[in-house]
Nanobody, 125 residues
Framework: QVRLVQSGGGLVQAGDSLSLSCVVS????????MAWFRQAPGNERKLVAG????????YYSDSVRGRFTISRDNVWDTIYLQMNNLKPLDTAVYYC??????????????????WGQGTQVTVSS
């Protein structure tokens, strides 16, 4: 059974940095795209960043481009999200997701088969 287990997150001040991790267990997902989504209170879950199976292609939403970096380590079955210069608008529950294919930038949640448990990120002003 494939599981995605997240770690990281927490409460920080605006301008600070945080790193999120997502470890894959129970299966080999090195041939699918993976992504990070986030869901702010009262909003739908939205794609933040995505990465191709071998890590050479990346997608970022306009709101995080230049501040967030997605990466993956297929040896250790882990994906990361480094978040710098955090803003209060980044406050949300963050989810890692594994796709059904090499596609890594599809904002449609139905294209992602496995999901992490979610991690709260809160940025105070």
């Amino acid at each position: 059974q494939v599981r995605l287990v997240q770690s990281g997150g927490g409460l920080v001040q605006a301008g600070d940095s945080l790193s999120l991790s997502c470890v894959v267990s129970g299966g080999d997902l090195s041939d699918v795209g993976m992504a990070w989504f986030r869901q702010a209170p009262g909003n739908e879950r939205k794609l933040v960043a995505g990465i191709s199976p071998n890590g050479d292609l990346k997608y970022y939403s306009d709101s995080v481009r230049g501040r967030f970096t997605i990466s993956r380590d297929n040896v250790w079955d882990t994906i990361y999200l480094q978040m710098n210069n955090l803003k209060p608008l980044d406050t949300a529950v963050y989810y890692c997701a594994a796709g059904n294919s090499p596609i890594y930038s599809d904002p449609n949640e139905s294209q992602y088969r496995y999901w992490g448990q979610g991690t709260q990120v809160t940025v105070s002003s």
